[in-house]
Structures are given as structure tokens and as C-alpha cells.
């Protein structure tokens, strides 16, 4: 490739005038040779339930957050999608999905090589939902590194945050046992909406940190002394190389690895469709943090991440905090006029607390119900 790079450079006009494109395009060759064996996998088979009945009022359609497009054009989705993109063609990356969102697969992702979308016959949660779309990389590149992204969350400064996940994947590729989370430091007043990653105190010579134990969403107390402790947010974005992830999952969930690596063996078979229904069937839901990640904190690592604008949009809270912060209420101005609740960023509403917000849109929609 960096054979190709340097004879259109020699036979370009341009380069001549423009000196910076010479190491640029060097740049872009190294990146993409740095990431051959490199996969990314979206999870993208949620319901947002907190959030849809708010999203379905100011963005119309489901409501589900991963195709609700909120600022600008695009949907979360695509903007995650175009985010990995930087990094990672679509050729290697695969979005797993529920078999009930193939209308809005449709109007999203036609652009998307097909065999790169992935349908779960079910929603088992987080840890079929990564191991599905792992049996078909692996089946297709079997020395492959993954990069794992949730489909919805927003961040505001999208290459600083690619660029820790090169400096994770590097750091998987150095310690192919190893899973290396993206840890974000904890901002003031969202302290109790987010899991923590307890951090090793030793600090190591590396970028990232052993991993000590995990904390899910504590009280405002315990989360300011994780805080002063330098515990930091999960995000749920992680690197690692697959065989790693199959090492883990058949330590800590063995009905599941056998499960996969079944669904794996059949792909290429003319029964890979009712080998996944049956084991869509039969098989548990598994969380992938709770029942992977934590019991083996010792086979993790975590990259700290200094501020990038980074929110998982969980709570109609968390993303009216972030719309202020940008000045972009006008994102989400219109709303059925029917709506027994004035709208949150309207200045005369009295209700300031995002965790009241979230109150009062969950009876929103109760109310809603109740009148159906």
C-alpha cells in the first residue's frame, strides 16, 4: 500500500504545491496498514426503553435512540458508523441488530455491505449480542483484533476518542490476552449515572491500567470517593483479540461459548438459520459486563480518557445536559402540542433536576398509555 501511495505522490502536481501531503498521505497509509486484522462490531440491537417514549416525541419515527437522529442530520447509528470509519472500512465492520428492525435497517443501513449486518433472532442481551457478530469474524479472519462500540452514544470530540481506541487496540495487540476497556474521567454532576472501573493503584509503564473491580451506577457518596480514588466511567467500548474474548466467555459462561462457536461451525452450511434459531431458543441472556468483564477483572485493562464530550444518552436527563452545553435546544424544538408536559428547555419550566426530567417523561408516557 505504501508502495501505491508514493507513486501517485511522485506523479501528482498537487504534492508538489502542497508539501503537508506527503506526510499526510504516509499518515493515512501507515493507519490502515496498522489496522489489517482489525474488526469492528456495533451493538446495535437495543430498545432504549428510558429514553423512547422522550425521542419518539422530538424526533418521531420508533423512537429507538440508535436511529433517532438528534442533532444535525444524521442518526446516531451513522454517526457512530462514520466515526469507526476513520479507523476501520466498512468491509470489517459488522452491526448486529434485532430481526424486528429490518424496517429501519432498511431506511439506515442500504448503503451497508450486506453480510456485515447481522440480525439476532432475539434480544439476549449484551453478551450474545457481541458473540454473534464474533463467530462471523472469526470465521472470517481468525487472527483478527476487535473493537467493540455501542450505536448510541454521543461524543462531541470524535478523533481524540478514535485516537484512544487505536492506543487500545495497540495495547490488545501487545497483550493478545488481555481486553482493554475505554475508561472516561468522570464529569462534574453526572456522578451517579454511569458504572465505574476501579483502577490498580500501581501505575505501570504502559498507557493503560490493570483493572480492580467494577462498580455499577453508585450513590452520589460512594461515586466521589471512586472519583477521588481515580475510578473511572465504563463505557463499554473496548479492544481485544478474539481468541481472547472466546478464552473469557468459555471460562465465565460456558453454555454460551459452546453455544457460538456452534453457530460459528454452521455459517457456511445450509442450516446456519435454524442452528441460530435453536440456540436463540434455548440459550440464557447474559450481560456481558456483569457476567464476563467482572468476574475476570484480572484479564482487563483500561485506558483513561480525559474529556471528549463522551455520554451514553441512557436518560432524557443526559441528553438534555449535553444539549444545553451546546447551545442546541433548537435540536429537539418540536413536540406534539398535545404533550401534558411543557417542553424541558423551555425557560419557564420549573423542573431544573435532570433525574426530575426523567421522572416526568416516564409519566409522560404513562399517562400516554393509560389514554390509549
Same mark, same amino acid.
Given at each position: 500500500?505504501?508502495?501505491?501511495?508514493?507513486?501517485?505522490?511522485?506523479?501528482?502536481?498537487?504534492?508538489?504545491?502542497?508539501?503537508?501531503?506527503?506526510?499526510?498521505?504516509?499518515?493515512?497509509?501507515?493507519?490502515?496498514?496498522?489496522?489489517?486484522?482489525?474488526?469492528?462490531?456495533?451493538?446495535?440491537?437495543?430498545?432504549?426503553?428510558?429514553?423512547?417514549?422522550?425521542?419518539?416525541?422530538?424526533?418521531?419515527?420508533?423512537?429507538?435512540?440508535?436511529?433517532?437522529?438528534?442533532?444535525?442530520?444524521?442518526?446516531?447509528?451513522?454517526?457512530?458508523?462514520?466515526?469507526?470509519? =476513520? =479507523?476501520?472500512?466498512?468491509?470489517?465492520?459488522?452491526?448486529?441488530?434485532?430481526?424486528?428492525?429490518?424496517?429501519?435497517?432498511?431506511?439506515?443501513?442500504?448503503?451497508?455491505? =450486506?453480510?456485515?449486518?447481522?440480525?439476532?433472532?432475539?434480544?439476549?442481551?449484551?453478551?450474545?449480542?457481541?458473540?454473534?457478530?464474533?463467530?462471523?469474524?472469526?470465521?472470517?479472519?481468525?487472527?483478527?483484533?476487535?473493537?467493540?462500540?455501542?450505536?448510541?452514544?454521543?461524543?462531541?470530540?470524535?478523533?481524540?476518542?478514535?485516537?484512544?481506541?487505536?492506543?487500545?487496540?495497540?495495547?490488545?495487540?501487545?497483550?493478545?490476552?488481555?481486553?482493554?476497556?475505554?475508561?472516561?474521567?468522570?464529569?462534574?454532576?453526572?456522578?451517579?449515572?454511569?458504572?465505574?472501573?476501579?483502577?490498580?493503584?500501581?501505575?505501570?509503564?504502559?498507557?493503560?491500567?490493570?483493572?480492580?473491580?467494577?462498580?455499577?451506577?453508585?450513590?452520589?457518596?460512594?461515586?466521589?470517593?471512586?472519583?477521588?480514588?481515580?475510578?473511572?466511567?465504563?463505557?463499554?467500548?473496548?479492544?481485544?483479540?478474539?481468541?481472547?474474548?472466546?478464552?473469557?466467555?468459555?471460562?465465565?459462561?460456558?453454555?454460551?461459548?459452546?453455544?457460538?462457536?456452534?453457530?460459528?461451525?454452521?455459517?457456511?452450511?445450509?442450516?446456519?438459520?435454524?442452528?441460530?434459531?435453536?440456540?436463540?431458543?434455548?440459550?440464557?441472556?447474559?450481560?456481558?459486563?456483569?457476567?464476563?468483564?467482572?468476574?475476570?477483572?484480572?484479564?482487563?485493562?483500561?485506558?483513561?480518557?480525559?474529556?471528549?464530550?463522551?455520554?451514553?444518552?441512557?436518560?432524557?436527563?443526559?441528553?438534555? =445536559?449535553?444539549?444545553?452545553?451546546?447551545?442546541?435546544?433548537?435540536?429537539?424544538?418540536?413536540?406534539?402540542?398535545?404533550?401534558?408536559?411543557?417542553?424541558?428547555?423551555?425557560?419557564?419550566?420549573?423542573?431544573?433536576?435532570?433525574?426530575?426530567?426523567?421522572?416526568?417523561?416516564?409519566?409522560?408516557?404513562?399517562?400516554?398509555?393509560?389514554?390509549?
Amino acid at each position: 500500500m505504501i508502495a501505491v501511495f508514493e507513486v501517485l505522490m511522485r506523479t501528482s502536481a498537487l504534492v508538489h504545491f502542497l508539501p503537508s501531503t506527503r506526510s499526510n498521505i504516509y499518515a493515512i497509509a501507515r493507519n490502515f496498514m496498522d489496522h489489517r486484522n482489525v474488526w469492528a462490531i456495533v451493538l446495535a440491537g437495543g430498545e432504549g426503553t428510558r429514553v423512547r417514549s422522550f425521542l419518539k416525541q422530538v424526533c418521531g419515527g420508533s423512537g429507538l435512540k440508535q436511529f433517532s437522529t438528534i442533532i444535525g442530520e444524521r442518526s446516531m447509528l451513522r454517526c457512530t458508523l462514520d466515526r469507526i470509519g =476513520r =479507523r476501520i472500512p466498512a468491509e470489517r465492520t459488522l452491526i448486529v441488530l434485532g430481526s424486528h428492525h429490518r424496517a429501519e435497517v432498511e431506511k439506515e443501513l442500504n448503503h451497508w455491505p =450486506r453480510q456485515n449486518i447481522i440480525f439476532q433472532p432475539a434480544n439476549r442481551d449484551t453478551a450474545p449480542g457481541i458473540l454473534l457478530p464474533l463467530a462471523h469474524v472469526t470465521d472470517r479472519d481468525p487472527d483478527a483484533t476487535v473493537a467493540v462500540f455501542p450505536s448510541d452514544h454521543f461524543i462531541l470530540d470524535e478523533e481524540r476518542f478514535m485516537g484512544a481506541v487505536d492506543k487500545a487496540l495497540q495495547d490488545a495487540k501487545r497483550n493478545p490476552g488481555k481486553l482493554v476497556l475505554l475508561g472516561m474521567t468522570p464529569q462534574p454532576g453526572e456522578e451517579t449515572e454511569y458504572g465505574y472501573i476501579k483502577v490498580a493503584r500501581k501505575p505501570g509503564t504502559s498507557d493503560t491500567r490493570a483493572v480492580s473491580g467494577f462498580v455499577e451506577k453508585p450513590p452520589l457518596a460512594r461515586a466521589k470517593k471512586l472519583i477521588q480514588q481515580g475510578a473511572l466511567w465504563n463505557t463499554m467500548v473496548f479492544a481485544a483479540h478474539n481468541l481472547a474474548l472466546w478464552e473469557m466467555v468459555k471460562q465465565t459462561a460456558p453454555v454460551l461459548y459452546h453455544a457460538f462457536r456452534l453457530v460459528q461451525m454452521s455459517l457456511r452450511n445450509s442450516h446456519s438459520n435454524g442452528v441460530l434459531d435453536h440456540v436463540y431458543e434455548i440459550i440464557p441472556s447474559v450481560n456481558f459486563s456483569s457476567a464476563i468483564c467482572q468476574p475476570l477483572a484480572n484479564r482487563l485493562r483500561v485506558l483513561p480518557v480525559a474529556d471528549v464530550g463522551w455520554s451514553d444518552w441512557g436518560t432524557v436527563g443526559s441528553i438534555l =445536559r449535553t444539549l444545553r452545553k451546546l447551545g442546541r435546544f433548537d435540536a429537539i424544538s418540536t413536540r406534539p402540542e398535545e404533550s401534558p408536559l411543557p417542553p424541558a428547555w423551555h425557560p419557564f419550566n420549573r423542573f431544573g433536576s435532570p433525574g426530575e426530567l426523567d421522572r416526568l417523561f416516564l409519566q409522560s408516557g404513562a399517562n400516554a398509555a393509560k389514554s390509549i
